[in-house]
């Protein structure tokens, strides 16, 4: 069970990991900054990851154990803590993703507003060219 133990132990600690990231480039995002959003999305999926891989370290090793319910008993508290701990980190997690998402869509509305604003402008460039080329030829021919 103390192998089990450990490894909930460093699943919390990459779960902490994971927030940090999330909550520096929530920071980031605030300052209108998205140069690291593919380093962002790559070492979230990394420490996802490991997360997966703790996971199944976590299965093995309470299934190879032979903990009696005395024992397990004596380990219950611990492993509250351990859950009680990754509730709190999942739940931070998941408000920054949140606000991530929000900032995301946001930039995604600008951007759209952007770009339609931007067509527009090229669309009246190209009426003005077109406009004033038809002219030129007009004056030519006449």
Known sequence: MEEVIHYL???????????????????ETNSDQWDNLSFFVENRERLLNIIRSLDQKIARAFKDSSTTEEEMNSYRETLKKLFDRK???????????????????????????KLKTTLKTHHHIDSFERSSNNKRRRTKDA
């Open 9 to 27: 132990e460093m699943k919390n600690k990459y779960y902490e990991k994971f927030f940090t990231i999330s909550t520096k480039f929530l920071e």
């Open 87 to 113: 509730k709190v980190l999942g739940d931070q997690i998941i408000n920054v993703d949140l606000m991530l998402i929000s900032k995301i869509d946001m930039m995604k509305t600008q951007t759209i507003k």
